[in-house]
T-cell receptor
């Protein structure tokens, strides 16, 4: 079992709708969690990081963390075609290594 | 771009030859990471460093070694390259801070190195 799991998708969402991406993790000692966006052939770009239970909002993005359920999610409101990419979830373990899930491909259809 | 460079950006080599990839940062960040990315596997951690001369293994460390003699440089070496090590290699830097604005944890990636082992 991977330490960080994501549904590989692809996830298809109509333009203007909310895209919901989910991630689970196994290391209860993990302190920080990250969401990245990666376009084909490019490096991952950090969208946001979250450390505390609850929601954290940044523009159209909201990250949610539930440590009791070992669950992290990312909501993208008002989805745009430019949001079509692979989204990567990662967690910093108690040993400070940062482990990634395999990524979810998101497609926003016009 | 968070001040991270990787060299070379592209390399083609033959099976059995040694290869060294370099990651250089200008941010003075404590943590540095090497990942490989392959279709269907996402990013997999090879090795990471939490300070000068302090390194540890990741998920897929067999066949790889690393060194960090200076804060700014983190080297990844394939002692004897194999075709299974054909991949895109990403370096990343990270820092955690506790300050007036609360706890902050970030990670940024370099541009990547595409390595082909024939």
């Amino acid at each position: 079992q991977k330490e960080v799991e994501q549904n590989s998708g692809p996830l298809s969402v109509p333009e203007g709708a909310i895209a919901s991406l989910n991630c689970t993790y196994s290391d209860r000692g993990s302190q920080s969690f990250f969401w990245y966006r990666q376009y084909s052939g490019k490096s991952p770009e950090l969208i946001m990081s979250i450390y505390s239970n609850g929601d954290k909002e940044d523009g159209r993005f909201t990250a949610q963390l539930n440590k009791a359920s070992q669950y992290v999610s990312l909501l993208i409101r008002d989805s745009q075609p430019s949001d079509s990419a692979t989204y990567l979830c990662a967690g910093r373990s108690s040993a400070s290594k940062i482990i990634f899930g395999s990524g979810t491909r998101l497609s926003i259809r016009p | 771009d968070a001040g991270i460079t990787q060299s070379p950006r592209h390399k083609v080599t033959e099976t059995g030859t040694p290869v060294t990839l370099r990651c250089h940062q200008t941010e003075n960040h404590r943590y540095m990471y090497w990942y490989r990315q392959d279709p269907g596997h996402g990013l997999r951690l090879i090795h990471y460093s939490y300070g000068v001369k302090d390194t540890d293994k990741g998920e897929v460390s067999d066949g790889y070694s690393v060194s960090r003699s200076k804060t700014e440089d983190f080297l990844l070496t394939l002692e004897s390259a194999t075709s299974s090590q054909t991949s895109v290699y990403f370096c990343a830097i990270s820092e955690t801070r506790q300050g007036g604005r609360g706890y902050r944890d970030t990670q940024y990636f370099g541009p990547g190195t595409r390595l082909t082992v024939l």
